[in-house]
């Protein structure tokens, strides 16, 4: 993760900087976009929210066959208090797992599928291609570090497809109880026209939401990915 203070970004230079990095990504949920710029996603919460983006541990939109490299956000209003986002690392995840388990799950696959939180969460309509749904590695290889990472999250994660579900269930259960810990997290505390930036493919956040009924807004680009792999 970076973390930037005291920035004032126009749509298009928060573009530009995503691009310097490349291919920016459509989110899936882009219909909540500034016009015209259908790159950038709005994060905004407020009285009327029922739920609020990224309040589940995850990794963004990790249900893609090919999930973002990375995230970029910028929020320009934030509540008197709270609405930090919180980051672990999947390094550490993965490090601190008992050979045992690291030799049980290397080579396991997961389904991440979009429909439970994109439809089930927040009551988008079916796209004409259906929401995003994918298998990956539950250990994947960083493709730049070459270091294994933890990759499931209590977001999208459905089940690992090697086990029986009462397998699945009790394994992936314990995997993102396990991703949350503490002593692998780093708390970023926002200031109006802060930027944080950080790699999807060895992180995962969680924006805190205990500022209701106050207003947090803001608005994020994601760069496009590869696909998740596994090398022992």
Known sequence: MIFFRDQHLSHDQHKSFGRLFGNLALHPAS???????????????????????GEEWHSDVSC????PMGSILYLTEIPPAGGDTLF???????????????????????THDGEPVYRGRFGYA?????FPLAEHPVVRTHPVTGRKALFV?????TRINELSRLESDALLQM????????EFQCRFRWQPDSVAFWDNRCVQHHAMWDYYPQRRHGYRVTIEGDKPFYQA
Request: some cysteine.
């Open 175 to 182: 995997l993102c109880r396990h991703a949350e810990t503490p």
């Open 64 to 67: 893609d066959a090919n999930p």
């Open 31 to 53: 219909r909540h976009s500034p016009e015209g710029h259908p790159e950038i996603l709005t994060i905004h919460a407020d009285e009327n929210s029922k739920h609020v983006a």
């Open 126 to 130: 079916l796209p004409e291609k259906g």
């Open 88 to 110: 672990a690392s999947m390094y550490a995840a993965y490090d601190r797992l008992s050979p045992p388990i690291q030799a049980l799950i290397e080579g396991l696959t997961a």
């Open 153 to 157: 999250n209590g977001n999208f994660t």
